[in-house]
């Protein structure tokens, strides 16, 4: 009996679990807090947490949330391939060569400045109310992040694996693969968890200054008409997409490029 | 391979903003099979030749003739492995070694259990076995090793030395190795170059004529004598 305790215990992990549960507290609390909220506040200012799920479940049904999901999905894809290759580019340019890096340096501090609203205005307005205007104002946003990110990876490279590839007369091709993308790898793994959620932001403002479908329009809509409850249908699935994201594609990948360091304290 | 080194002058750049002469009318040439050792006292400059002579450092007075073709194969002072691929991927990367070529590389210096392994799970000493196993994978017309054996114990750089000196014959590649311990350069190499404290100076050429192991306790106490009082001569 006391063996087939063991066993059984083994097998849930309890760490595990327990951890899951503490993170999940936090989240379940806020629901509490929420419905609380609901009931004391006036009518439509906060609907119940079932309110909100049942528009949800009605704008799936129809199609609507999906299609507006995708599109924004898409709209995020595009831009942060976009912004994280250019940035990489532009990057690990500046950290290798000094008179890139002084030709491009000013403009750098000048977009990382820009408040994103400028950019998305000025898009709007010298390229017209259309998609490249759109994914062109969220990656002049992420760019120059990234491309930060990247030179100080560069100037991180190590000189004496340089120094080795070019005794071993290595390929470009080879020398690219083995010697330098790994070693960018953390850098451009901060780079991409940084501009996921910076990028899917913007997108939303984007979408909703000029586009006339996807997530940030239904939500310049849901506040035109004062409907917070659509407004949160349309907002927390698409965090919660975002979320997903991170958890089940980024950090697994994370993972999977950094497997070759051996854990910490083991 | 044969190999013309003849370095006028080599100064570096002090942090002050001063040149510095770290080498002075070093003149020498290789044969081709030739296992040269390079002898000096720490900081003497015996590096900084090496990178010269592999191509590293072209900054210097002086000229470095090779042959058109040449394959190097070097060994740093540190392994310089790639710590995110394995053993067998850090052999593959540069070798254009066949498979049977590389296995055997890699059982004359005993790594045929390692080679799953990644460097950061290496001891120091297995570490510089990769590294050498690497730069014969290249199958190398030119040999250049940097104090391959230091910060070793003594028992495992003698073994060391010995599976290193048995590949280096089999394969015949033209090899100089930087050392700074005497007795190491009489039991590895047919020549020894002796470079004086900085800036360093050619100060002996030294043929050791006695056939590997051939050479007697006395014969070895005897060059060793002489090499030091090379050296004892050149700084009075």
New interface residues.
């Given amino acids: 009996m006391s063996k087939l305790t063991i066993k059984a215990v083994s097998v849930w992990r309890p760490g595990k679990t327990k951890a899951f549960l503490l993170r999940l507290l936090p989240l379940i609390l806020l629901l509490l807090v929420w419905q609380v909220g609901s009931r004391v506040s006036s009518t439509g200012t906060l609907p119940s947490p079932l309110a909100v799920l049942s528009v949800i479940t009605t704008e799936a049904w129809s199609g609507a949330l999906f299609l507006n999901l995708a599109v924004t999905l898409a709209r995020v894809a595009v831009a942060f391939a976009l912004a994280m290759a250019l940035g990489t580019v532009l990057g690990v340019a500046m950290g290798r060569n000094k008179t890139i890096d002084r030709l491009c340096d000013p403009l750098l501090i000048v977009l990382l400045n820009l408040p994103a609203l400028v950019v998305i205005v000025l898009a709007y307005i010298w390229v017209g109310l259309n998609e490249a205007a759109a994914i062109g104002a969220v990656v002049l946003n992420k760019l120059p992040n990234t491309a930060v990110t990247l030179r100080e990876g560069t100037r991180a490279l190590d000189k ?2 340089d ?2 590839a ?5 390929t470009f091709g ?1 020398k690219l693969r ?2 330098v993308l ?1 070693q960018l790898v953390p850098y451009l793994a901060a780079a991409m968890r940084s501009g996921l959620s910076l990028v899917w932001k913007i997108v939303l403002i984007v979408e909703l200054l000029g586009r006339s479908n996807g997530v940030g329009f239904e939500i310049g809509i849901a506040f035109q008409l004062f409907d917070v409850t659509r407004l949160l249908a349309y907002a927390l699935p698409f965090v919660g997409l975002m979320l997903a994201i991170e958890t089940f594609i980024l950090q697994p990948f994370e993972r999977h490029i950094s497997r ?3 854990p910490h304290g083991a | 391979m044969e190999l013309d080194v003849s370095i006028a002058r080599k100064a570096l750049r002090t942090a002050s903003g001063q040149t510095r002469s770290i080498l002075h009318d070093v003149d020498f040439s290789l044969r081709r099979g030739e296992v040269c050792a390079l002898l000096g006292p720490s900081g003497c400059g015996k590096t900084t030749l090496l990178r010269i002579v ?3 450092d072209a900054d210097f007075e002086g000229r470095l003739v090779l042959p058109r073709e040449h ?4 060994v ?1 002072q ?1 392994p ?1 492995l ?4 394995s053993v067998a ?1 850090n052999l593959r ?2 070798g254009t070694s066949s498979d049977n070529d590389l296995a055997e590389i890699v059982a004359a210096l005993r790594l045929s259990r390692h080679l799953d392994h ?1 460097p ?2 290496l001891s120091l000493g297995l570490a510089r076995r990769v590294a050498i196993a ?1 730069a014969f994978a ?1 199958k190398p017309d030119l040999l250049l090793l940097d104090e391959p054996f230091v910060s070793l114990d003594a028992a495992l750089a003698a073994r060391l030395r010995e599976e290193l000196l048995a590949l280096v014959l089999k394969r015949k590649a033209t090899t100089l190795i930087v050392t700074h311990d005497v007795e190491e350069a009489i039991a590895i190499a047919d020549r020894i170059l002796v470079l004086s404290a900085a800036p360093g100076r050619l100060i002996a050429d030294r043929t050791i004529e006695a056939p590997r192991g051939a050479l007697t306790e006395a014969r070895i106490a005897k060059l060793k004598d002489a090499i030091l009082s090379d050296i004892a001569n050149a700084s009075s």
């Fill in positions: 004496n694996l120094e080795m070019r005794v071993f007369d290595l080879k083995h010697v790994p070759w360091r051996p | 592999s191509g590293l394959k190097i194969g070097m740093f540190e310089r790639l710590p995110w691929r991927q990367l540069v990644f950061g799970e690497r290249v």
